[in-house]
């Protein structure tokens, strides 16, 4: 205890410790750094034919290294070449404080001149991958989801699923209905209901009306949609459409994510870049999800137990 702290304890007057209310501040200030700190943030970004010279573009290498680098785990859609994907993370690596990896799936599509990867990039230091599966029912999605099991120890649920979807603009109603197929093969495989479903579902607009939503079962009520209808993922003026979402299913699950945390991150507005330079890297912006930290309570409770004393004491002292 501070010796401030010490004589108020001892004292019938305010006057011997008039720094108080700034240590109350101080303590403050320290438990919302400590919560930055320990903020674990999920993203998806489809980044538009992401290829080598899009990623020998040294503002555009930029501009994506920074959205990438402000997450734990970042889905990239629409990747057509791993060589970009190698640049992206030796940039990664050489600038950023933690180490990146990255898992991938095998090119997918139904087209030679359309072929696409999932590829998740993820921060070695605070989660690892445990497991990886390629759905495989055939005709169900142009590019099938590839799902990748994740654990860390630093956050409310330690293990979760995450599955990724871009879907075919044309098919978006069937194969986002299609993604419950999927959530039962990935949660039974895994003994594991905690799925995320992520990505550009072209869930919205003239694809995803409001009379299709009774012929989806994500719809479904244990299934919890963090982007709302009316939210704006994609980057141009002239569109105004939900395109990009996340789906979490199950309470446990929805609890361990930070309120209101699902969001589009607009980075046109926080890096300051022209709309233009924006629509070079894709129509969409990236979407992101907070989940709470397991360590942050044990790490903040001293912090708040001694806040709670101090304001007592505070309130004592006045009252004198």
Partial sequence: ???CVSRCLHSSTMGLCPRLPLLLLSFSTLLVQEVTASEFKICAYNVEKFDSAKASDSRALHTLKKIVSRCDICLLQNVVDAAAVTTLLVSLNRYDNYSYQSVSSRSLGNSPSDMQQYVFIYRVENVNVTGQHQYEQKKSFVRPPFAVQFQSKNIAVQRFILVPLHAEPSQAVQEIDRLYDVFKEVSNKWNNTNVMFLGDFHASCAYVTRADKKNIRLFKSSFYWLIRDKVDTTISPDTNCAFDRIVVHGKPFLKA??????????YVK???LPTSKALEMSQNFPLEVTLKSSALLLQA?????????LAIVQSFLSAL
């Fill in 301 to 309: 409770t001293p912090l708040l137990m001694l806040i709670s004393v």
């Fill in 257 to 266: 994510i930070s309120p209101l945390s699902g969001q589009v991150f607009n």
């Fill in 1 to 3: 205890m501070t010796p």
């Fill in 270 to 272: 926080e890096f300051k």
